[in-house]
């Protein structure tokens, strides 16, 4: 005998799991950008670096 299919639930599920990937995939991108953002302050400024030591 099949499962009686239960749509919202399904349909909740899939938009939890894609908010959860986007989510996911906007974090990795804003840490790439700061990573990027520090790498070129430091490659724009190195004597500052140098100084906080």
Same mark, same amino acid.
């Given at each position: 005998? @099949?499962?009686?299919?239960?749509?919202?639930?399904?349909?909740?599920?899939?938009? +939890?799991?894609? %908010? !959860?990937?986007?989510?996911?995939? @906007?974090?990795?991108?804003a840490e790439k950008a700061e990573a990027e953002k520090?790498? +070129?302050?430091? %490659? !724009?400024?190195?004597?500052?670096? @140098?100084?906080?030591?």
């Amino acid at each position: 005998m @099949a499962r009686k299919p239960n749509y919202d639930f399904e349909r909740r599920e899939r938009e +939890r799991l894609k %908010a !959860e990937k986007k989510a996911a995939k @906007a974090k990795a991108k804003a840490e790439k950008a700061e990573a990027e953002k520090a790498a +070129r302050a430091r %490659a !724009e400024n190195p004597e500052s670096l @140098a100084e906080s030591r």
